[in-house]
């Protein structure tokens, strides 16, 4: 497919980075499972290394199955490069480590992903990298007011979670560039179908590809992907700019100039931490793409159904979901107007009116959804963060994140949506009984 720009976004979901020609007119992106590739002679590698010729050597630092992968959310999110990783840990933590490196201060919110509060409250500290907690993302001027001349990133996520927020993203990333920093987003639970954050002024656009991308709770991944648009020669990351060793001790910024963020995790953090995603991994990952806005399309609607259901119900006190007006998010239907047109996808949290004993009964009893820890699956799943995803962490930073004694997080799937609604209804009766 050429020309990709001018194609929407179901086409691109399907097609975008793939030529069949290229690859023996294969019409489904073939599956390059091999660790290394010939080189073949050596005039070969002297034309791959002056790339005059493009190729691959090794499957930890490039893979055609891998490449159509990255070429694919480069095009969807709208950016100039992307990369592959073996998980959204490690897109968090190698997009993090590579603009923090050396001692640098991250400026993050509460709600994050727990692994990624975890990483920076606990094992980036040994590296060397500090963290400043946002109390209140909703009062902007705070991401002002954190950052010092150490500061080298702010890091959000577009729907946070389990308090499921919605932050004013174009404001945060003005701050962030008055001061000479990158805004990191995780938009793993919107996806880009719902919201491109670049359009917003996002620098960087992270991804558990395990989510809604992949689709069906099968496969482990995760996506860094840039826009090309940060001037990484700011003075504030000299690591950027000085002579790399990879690049022939070149500059950096000058080798790759569209690219110099997802190249350096790629040369770097990839290379030489290593958590590579499998072939078979992307190829499943790329499968999930295909559906990508069809299934979030479904899935908004039966969770407006779901919540609506659920905010009339007895045994419910709160439904948090950014379409509700609710005094915890008081700005949530505002910013929810503004970046979520299409929706505020599909995942909620609810409080269950009753003790932990009926909370146990409930989620014994229901049949349809399964309980587990994980969401964007065309599977409907529920869990409750504060015994599972969020029981790490101490109870005041539980609650600054959301996951409150009583909270339930859903996550709504495909299945026919009365069937969902009587699920719950039923584990409801039973709960009091
Ligand atoms: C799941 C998740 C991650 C971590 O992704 P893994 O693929 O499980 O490593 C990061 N951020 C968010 C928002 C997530 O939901």
Redesign the pocket.
Known sequence: MSEEQTYGFETLQIRAGYDPKKHNYASTVPIYQTASFNIGDTDRLKRLKSKEEHGFFYTRSGNPTLDILEKRITALEGGTGALAVA???AA?AYSLLNVAEGGGEIIAIHSI?A??YNLLEHTLPKFGIKVKWIDDPYDTELFRKAITKNAKGIFI?TIG?PLINVLDIETIAKIAHENNVPLIV?N??ATSYLLKPFDFGADVVVY?S??ALGGHGST???LIVENGKFNWDNGKFSHFTEPDYKVENKNLLEVFPDTPFTTRVRLHYLSEFGAVLSPFDAFLILEGFETLSVRLEREVENTKIVVNYLLKHPQVCWVSYPDVPDERNHNNRQLAEKYFPKGSGSIFSFGYKGDQEHINKFLNNLKVFSFLVN?GDSKSLITQPSQTTHSSLREEDRIKAGAFDNALRVSIGLENVDDLITDLEQAFKESIK
């Open positions: 998980s959204g840990m968090v992903y692994g990624s996520e979670n995780d793993t639970f558990s395990t989510k482990l991944g995760g969401v």
